[in-house]
């Protein structure tokens, strides 16, 4: 018998925001920021693992469902033409690398952010807010005028943080995975 290939479609939006007016991000006590360079690679890979490889996008995106493909996506994203690492950050935290979010300069002057990421003990802290934040104000200094990001549709506390930042839903997307099955499993 063949194998079969399930093909499911996850539902993402599109979502723009403009660069005016960003207030200042603000880290908690006990947390700092660590800037973008080649030495802070694997804290970004190990906050993405952390930060999803339970979540739905892991299931959407399968690299960030292990620490290998974290580390491999973290290596092809630096490496773009477009990576900005001035919008590229970590967040330090008492029990070390918490959070990071990864930006890239895309046509037209638009800032794109890249895998938003907070491990889950260290949520509902601001975290995710101040590294959105941090990426914006790196896009605005690199001379960007606008930011887009893509969203998973149940991420409903991403979206309302989003919404917050001034971010609005401007197109509906579907991203199709598949998977395949044996006969008989």
Known sequence: MM???????????????????????????????????????HAHADVLFGSFHQEIDAVIFSSLGNSHGCVTLMNVVSRRLNFLPGATWAVVGPAGPCGAIQG???????????????TPAWR???????????AL?????????????EVTAQNEAAQRLYRRL????????????????????
């Open 104 to 118: 890239l300069h895309e046509r037209g002057g638009v800032g794109a952010v890249q895998n938003v990421g907070v």
């Open 3 to 41: 194998a079969t290939t399930a093909v499911s479609y996850f539902k993402r939006y599109k979502m723009e925001a403009d660069l005016c007016d960003l207030p200042t991000p603000i880290l908690p006590p006990g947390f700092q920021w660590l800037p973008w360079s080649e030495d802070v690679l």
């Open 166 to 185: 001034g971010f609005r839903r401007t197109k509906t997307l579907y991203k199709a995975v598949s998977e395949a099955h044996e006969p008989g499993v």
């Open 137 to 149: 104000h790196g896009f605005r200094r690199a001379g960007l005028g606008r930011a887009l990001l």
């Open 124 to 134: 509902g802290r601001g975290l995710g807010e101040a590294l959105v934040l941090q």
